[in-house]
């Protein structure tokens, strides 16, 4: 089992939940407002007069064998609208109740 952590900005939210469930990836934890920054080019997202604007994050554990499809299709959502903000990270599950 794998964990994907996902850091987006909330418009992107209904696609990632849509993505999910077309790959059968049913269990998910959501914050729906969350501020940050990126380390690469977006903009902050910090809830503020200056940066409105907020982000979401949401965490997930599927099958091993689901984690390059959801990162395909997360990668093709980003690349649509670069940005607005969008990362991934996978790590091992290493138990589970």
Request: hydrophobic share 50%; net charge positive; no cysteine.
């Given at each position: 089992?794998?964990?994907?952590f996902i850091a987006y900005d909330q418009a992107h939210y209904e696609r990632i939940i849509d993505i999910l469930e077309r790959n059968n990836c049913r269990g998910f934890t959501a914050w729906n407002q969350v501020?940050?920054?990126g380390s690469v080019d977006?903009?902050?997202?910090y809830g503020s007069h200056a940066w409105?604007?907020?982000?979401?994050?949401?965490?997930?554990?599927?099958e091993d064998k689901r984690v390059p499809i959801v990162l395909d299709k997360l990668r093709a959502l980003n690349a649509d609208r670069p940005k607005l903000g969008?990362?991934?990270?996978?790590?091992?599950v290493e138990e589970s109740i």
């Open positions: 089992m794998k964990t994907i501020t940050g920054r977006g903009e902050p997202h409105p604007s907020l982000a979401g994050a949401l965490l997930t554990v599927v969008l990362r991934a990270f996978v790590w091992n």
